[in-house]
């Protein structure tokens, strides 16, 4: 170990670290917006994470601390949360404010506070880590692109609707907007805690978490939400929850949108449609900035973008993803696995069915003919030619899989070293694993 390696060490965040953080993260980040200056968004993000944020408490925090003066040199976050994969929980630690001051960086201070990340969860069972960032960057750390975000159309600002009156719906009533108040938080609550039960990837909120996203944070937080209902009357239906201002190329984002009941999303998408024109009307005057687009970091196959006006088609980006321990992943989705399997009336023929990850392997048991146990066991030296084997897939694959991202037939073709033993065994596995829409919006 170097004498410049013995100069740090890494700690857990204190509440007392608010204004260095803040003051390091808002001089590191977005440096191009803000043309070198520090960004005030980002420094009351970073506040805001620290002073009462439900996701988040002070140890949440990693820092790399220089011993010589004890100040932070370097300083990322994990925002703990739990998601849900077609019912399932889902718990899932999201990496936030990933910086290091200019004048402390080739001392590979990201490595180190990473190490200490993933091994903090994998002492706590968090089994999956996501992040957005730089191109390529954290593949090196062991993350993949294995999450869909974005590849909704964008719609021309002339192309959505003019305000004017309300859809009636089949009993007579009017969906419309409004902004969100905190007293529509157990309504929010509701709505989510029923998509979880749906097939979709979800990240859920409580009333407290709506409360926070409505009224909660500081008006400059950078990951501040503006966030409005789908009301019938008193009945709050759905919500949409967009960026509270225009892009630089003058788009308003919309992060998450949502609708009660399925059969009301031709009559929600008109609504909230129309309410995404006034608003962005609305900030086209504030800012003196013209107002070009809608632009939704929603999938393709959202019901808003199926059923909103014709848009320009965008490609779809991806979320870092990781797992330390894919077995125990498989293990927490057991219970999905074996409903897939009932579903197509599957029934596995032998005691076990065993998936090599090279190096690892994980052994599906079942008990007349349904999954019972995944356990982990003792990869084979080569898991290609062992007749106990049934299928052999890496491990980036497998997460890939897990989480809905890829089918079986796109991993086969994407991964020459992705192997498996019968037809069976591709069937089964071809169900276990279908795609899955992603309806997470993440609790930054």
Not at 231 to 250: E, F, K, N, Q, W
Not at 258 to 265: F, L, M, S, Y
């Given at each position: 170990m170097t004498r410049e390696h013995d100069r740090y060490k890494i700690r857990a965040g204190r509440a007392s670290d608010v204004r260095e953080l803040a003051h390091l993260h808002a001089s590191v980040q977005l440096q191009a917006v803000t043309g070198g200056q520090p960004h005030p968004g980002i420094a009351a993000w970073v506040e805001d994470l620290l002073d009462g944020h439900p996701s988040v408490v002070p140890d949440d925090f990693l820092v790399a601390e220089d011993t010589t003066t004890g100040r932070p040199a370097a300083s990322l976050v994990g925002l703990r949360q739990d998601w849900s994969l077609a019912g399932i929980p889902l718990p899932v630690a999201q990496i936030e404010l990933v910086g290091t001051a200019p004048e402390h960086r080739g001392n590979r201070l990201t490595e180190r506070l990473f190490a200490q990340l993933h091994q903090r969860y994998a002492d706590d069972g968090v089994p999956l880590q996501v992040i957005e960032g730089i191109p390529y960057f954290y593949r090196r750390l062991g993350y993949d692109y294995a999450l869909a975000n974005d590849g909704a159309p964008t719609v021309p600002s002339a192309m959505l609707p003019i305000a004017g009156h309300g859809q009636p719906d089949s009993s007579g009533g009017t969906l419309t907007m409004r902004p969100a108040t905190v007293a529509d938080a157990p309504g929010?609550?509701?709505?989510?805690?029923?998509?979880?039960?749906?097939?979709?990837?979800?990240?859920?909120?409580?009333?407290?978490?709506?409360?926070?996203?409505?009224?909660?944070?500081?008006?400059?937080?950078?990951?501040?939400?503006?966030?409005?209902?789908?009301?019938?009357?008193?009945?709050?239906?759905?919500?949409?929850?967009?960026?509270?201002?225009?892009?630089?190329?003058?788009?308003?984002?919309?992060?998450?949108?949502?609708?009660?009941?399925?059969?009301?999303?031709?009559?929600?998408?008109?609504?909230?449609?129309?309410?995404?024109?006034?608003?962005?009307?609305?900030?086209?005057?504030?800012?003196?900035?013209?107002?070009?687009?809608?632009?939704?970091?929603?999938?393709?196959?959202?019901?808003?973008?199926?059923?909103?006006?014709?848009?320009?088609?965008?490609?779809?980006?991806g979320w870092y993803a990781r797992t330390g321990d894919p077995v125990g992943l498989l293990a927490r989705l057991r219970p999905l696995l074996r409903r897939r399997w009932q579903a197509a009336g599957l029934r596995w023929p032998e005691p076990t069915l065993t998936v090599d990850m090279y190096g690892h392997a994980a052994r599906l048991e079942f008990t007349g003919g349904e999954l019972t146990a995944v356990t982990a066991t003792r990869g084979t030296v080569s898991p290609s030619t062992d007749p106990q084997t049934h299928a052999?897939?890496?491990?980036?694959?497998?997460?890939?899989?897990?989480?809905?991202?890829?089918?079986?037939?796109?991993?086969?073709?994407?991964?020459?070293?992705c192997l498996l033993r019968d037809r069976r065994t591709e069937q089964f596995l071809s169900t276990a694993f279908p795609r899955v829409p992603v309806r997470v919006w993440s609790r930054n």
């Open positions: 929010l609550a509701g709505i989510d805690e029923r998509l979880t039960g749906g097939d979709a990837l979800v990240c859920s909120r409580d009333a407290e978490a709506w409360r926070y996203e409505i009224a909660g944070r500081r008006l400059a937080d950078i990951a501040r939400r503006a966030v409005a209902v789908l009301v019938d009357g008193a009945d709050v239906r759905g919500y949409l929850v967009h960026i509270p201002r225009l892009s630089g190329t003058g788009e308003l984002t919309v992060v998450a949108a949502a609708c009660d009941r399925p059969a009301d999303w031709p009559r929600a998408a008109d609504a909230m449609h129309t309410y995404l024109g006034d608003a962005g009307r609305q900030y086209e005057a504030a800012a003196k900035q013209p107002f070009t687009a809608a632009r939704f970091l929603l999938d393709p196959d959202h019901p808003l973008a199926r059923y909103g006006p014709p848009g320009v088609p965008r490609r779809p980006r052999a897939i890496p491990p980036g694959a497998l997460l890939h899989l897990a989480l809905g991202y890829r089918t079986l037939p796109e991993v086969l073709d994407a991964w020459p070293d």
